[in-house]
């Protein structure tokens, strides 16, 4: 399987496009996405451990359709990487610490957009169980970040 | 564009004394403003300088020493000359919120600037003895000395030799940019019509943590530069970041003291005229271009 992905035309392209608008463009939209995914999942976390108190959780609506464009980017661009070196991140354990850490951060927005779609408009307190998955949320995305910039180090 | 941080140091000085002199509050101000943008300013041209080092480096006159000393005194009059930056902005941060700094971080920022200003005047005095040696007690017998003293050097090793150093610095690199990002989407996004509800002051009062990132990245960044100058000095995407950096900093500025959503208290229901939503755009696209630059840094220039 990883070498039938290994052999399309799409993973040749991507090894070997000398062209900026192949992987450069593709890592970099990836690094892009990122910014945009966990810098607007940090700036939620914070709100909910208090940072901005007087601000109605109401008001950080926008924050979830912003994080599911960082998503969607950087699980297209994620996809395209991983067609790239198949047989490589295929067979890494590191790879799959990655993954595992995106798939916990992921899960902790499910239960924040509940709470922000169901918050009345004056609503600003936050419960000490939201608190935790703030930081709990915190950790992982930094995880998870942790673990991608270094899977270019200690996958050989 | 050398002499930029001197003398617009001197310049920014003499308005945050005039202020004093004066008990003028508003030229205070424009003195902040000023030592903000010239520590701003002072990135392009520490790192220009470095370039210049690569050059120089192979002619056989040059000493070799007296291009360290020089090295290790920029940096020092360079870093401090950033904290002095900091201080300023953090001061004109909280002058927007509450009508004025609290009393001492004015001077602190005054007394952090004429330290900055001594140091660089050193350095500069340091440079101008590479290009006359005659001046250089001892002359072309100068030692060649031990390398292990110079702070540059050292910071060059760790950058090379280092199993974990520089991983560690990227990682740090990294969630740096998602933090300050993250800050910057939430203010340019209130400005642009999001959250509507919420008075500018809310989201203003996350501008720190922008900067708390952008410090982590300043640091780490001038780690990869420092320690190994030779990837980035003639690289074509680093100049291309470095000038969008130096816009997206002004740029930072603007959001941190402009006056719409401020005045006549009136900032609950904050409607953004058309000059401020250019400049939110302007400052996304500023810093999508330095991350564009930077993650390009090995495709179009020869950083790893």
Known sequence: ?156 | MNHVPTVGSVGALGLLLLGYLRRNEHLKHVGLEVLFLIALLTLPVYVSGVAAHQEIRPIKEVSDDAIRVHQDAALIGFTVMEFAGFVAWAALWQWRRRGHAAPRIVPAATVLLVLALALMARAANLGGEIRHPEILAGGVAAPAGDPERFMTWSINQVAVYSRWAWPAAETVHFLGLSLSFGVLLAVNLRILGAMKQTPFSDVHRLLPWGMLGFGANLITGMFFFVGQPGQYSSSEPFKWKIVFLVIAGANFLYLTVFGGPWVSNGDKRFDAGLGDKAMAILSMCSWLAVLWAGRMLPFLGKAF
């Open chain 1, 1 to 156: 399987m990883l070498n039938w992905i290994d052999a399309t035309a799409l993973s040749t392209w991507l090894k070997e496009s000398p062209s900026v608008w192949a992987f450069p463009t593709v890592l970099t939209l990836h690094t892009t996405g990122m910014g945009v995914l966990v810098g607007a999942s940090y700036v939620f976390d914070l709100r909910l451990l208090g940072i901005g108190r007087n601000v109605p959780l109401s008001s950080y609506r926008w924050v979830f359709p912003t994080l599911a464009v960082g998503l969607g980017v950087n699980i297209v661009t994620g996809i395209l990487l991983f067609i790239k070196d198949p047989t490589h991140w295929g067979t890494a354990f590191p790879f799959f610490v990655k993954m595992g850490l995106v798939i916990a951060s992921a899960a902790t927005v499910v239960p924040m957009r509940s709470l922000v779609l169901s918050s009345g408009p004056e609503q600003r307190e936050v419960s000490s169980n939201m608190r935790l998955l703030a930081i709990a949320s915190i950790v992982a995305w930094s995880g998870a970040i942790t673990a991608g910039r270094l899977l270019a180090y200690v996958v050989p």
